[in-house]
């Protein structure tokens, strides 16, 4: 039985990671987040509170339970945040990582972890594994850093990098999909840029990704992300389309436009051959993930 610790248990890639673990009797999966409590609390998992940037908290942790394979699925995400509280995200984003890395080594642990397409500048795509990185934003060059701690760390490894991640969950953090869906329910109108392009990915492809890589004698960087690449503006457009809503709610509009704190990149679109090959990666297109969203936001309220 392989054990798994998971760290960001109470996000949406770990709440995923959670219900896919659960149905593995294969796994002995104790999750964790900086929450004192668990969005599972009323299943028979085992969750302690755990703060990645903590040194003495996950030595103490990891040492005890002793994992085979830790799944880093906690960060601070939101791009505009980490740009105005720089502080915070170095401190999630890179100190955090650095102790994993540490103690994945202290006990031969292998580390999973997450990155993003903002360590590009969005200007050369579509982006491999081997493309040059120029993050150009404050988001982008902490997970860059993250990786450079997990590169250097003489460590059994896997970073996935990953784009515009999509899904629901309990409290979750809002995501572009559920804003989009969101909006256009309430009868308001949204702008879409046309000029932002990437691979939309339904959080249980990225989830998939991560058990895979978690048992796979594979190491190194890999591009998890969406089969289809498209902009915003055409992702709100299908979403509006099977979801049943108004779609001249919906404004075509350019990033430049835009007043957000942190600067994005254009196009981080991706290509994903070297995951499908080596840890047999399969992603939904979006019509595939959006209808599966669907089915998921049936029984569960978006509010």
Request: proline residues 3%; charged residues 25%; contains cysteine.
């Amino acid at each position: 039985m392989k054990r798994i610790l998971v760290c960001g248990s109470n996000g949406l890639l770990g709440q995923k990671l959670a219900w896919m673990l659960a149905a593995n009797s294969e796994f002995e999966v104790l999750h964790t987040s900086h929450h004192r409590n668990f969005f599972l609390a009323h299943q028979p998992l085992d969750y302690t509170q755990l703060d990645i940037s903590n040194r003495s908290d996950v030595k103490s942790l990891v040492s005890s339970f002793r994992p085979d394979a830790i799944l880093n699925a906690a960060a601070m995400a939101d791009v505009d945040q980490c740009e105005k509280e720089r502080e915070q995200a170095w401190k999630v984003n890179v100190v955090g990582v650095e102790n994993l890395v540490e103690v994945a080594r202290r006990i031969n642990a292998k580390l999973v972890h997450i990155s993003t397409d903002y360590v590009f500048d969005g200007k050369t795509p579509p982006y491999d594994e081997q493309s040059r990185v120029n993050p150009i934003n404050y988001y982008g060059k902490t997970k860059l850093a993250g990786e450079n701690v997990v590169l250097i760390g003489d460590i059994d490894f896997a970073i996935l990098r990953t784009i515009v991640v999509y899904g629901t969950g309990v409290n979750v953090r809002n995501n572009f999909a559920l804003w989009v869906i969101r909006n256009l329910q309430e009868g308001k109108n949204i702008r879409c840029f046309d000029d932002q392009i990437s691979n939309p990915t339904h959080v249980q492809d990225l989830a998939q990704a991560m058990i895979n890589c978690a048992v796979e004698n594979r190491k190194g960087i890999y591009h998890t992300a969406g089969a289809e690449i498209v902009s915003r503006y055409d992702f709100a457009l299908r979403a509006a389309e099977i979801f049943g809503l108004d779609k001249e709610l919906i404004e075509r509009s350019k990033s430049s436009a835009s007043s957000f704190p942190a600067v994005r990149p254009l196009n981080t679109s991706f290509t994903i051959g070297k995951a499908k090959k080596e840890i047999h990666y399969h992603p939904m297109n979006v019509t595939q993930g959006l209808e599966l969203l669907k089915k998921e936001l049936q029984g569960i309220n978006l509010n």
